[in-house]
Nanobody
Framework: QVQLVESGGGLVQAGGSLRLSCAAS????????MGWFRQAPGKEREFVAG????????SSAESVKGRFTLFRDNAKNTVYLQMDSLKPEDTAVYYC?????????????????????WGQGTQVTVSS
C-alpha cells in the first residue's frame, strides 16, 4: 500500500516562503511521476508542478513559474515544493500525488485523473 505523507504547510504573510515535502513509502515498485496539486475553497483541484521520475524533467503551472520550485531526493522517494514570493491567491490545500507508470513519451501528467496515489493534503494560508 503506497502512502504519501506531506508536511510543511502553514500560515505565512504575502511575500514569504514555505517548503512542502512529500515522502512516498509502502509498496512502491516504480515511480513514473510525482506532482503537486492545490485546491482552494469552491474551486477545482489544479496542477501546480510535476516531475518525471526517470529523467527529472519538471513542469510547472504558469501561475507559479518563477516563484515555486519542485525538486526531489531520489534516494528517499521524496519531493519538495519550495514556494517563494507567496501571494494570497496561493492559499489552498496542497496535495502530493504519485503515478506508478511512466506516461507515453515521458510526458509529465498535469491532470488529477492521471495520478493514482494521493497524500492527505496540507493547508497553506497566505495573508495579505
Amino acid at each position: 500500500q503506497v502512502q504519501l505523507v506531506e508536511s510543511g504547510g502553514g500560515l505565512v504573510q504575502a511575500g514569504g516562503s514555505l517548503r512542502l515535502s512529500c515522502a512516498a513509502s509502502g509498496g512502491i515498485f516504480s515511480i513514473g511521476a510525482m506532482g503537486w496539486f492545490r485546491q482552494a475553497p469552491g474551486k477545482e483541484r489544479e496542477f501546480v508542478a510535476g516531475i518525471s521520475w526517470s529523467d527529472a524533467r519538471i513542469s510547472s503551472a504558469e501561475s507559479v513559474k518563477g516563484r515555486f520550485t519542485l525538486f526531489r531526493d531520489n534516494a528517499k522517494n521524496t519531493v519538495y515544493l519550495q514556494m517563494d514570493s507567496l501571494k494570497p491567491e496561493d492559499t489552498a490545500v496542497y496535495y502530493c500525488a504519485l503515478r506508478s507508470v511512466r506516461t507515453i513519451a515521458g510526458r509529465i501528467p498535469n491532470s488529477s485523473s492521471e495520478y493514482r496515489y494521493w497524500g492527505q493534503g496540507t493547508q497553506v494560508t497566505v495573508s495579505s
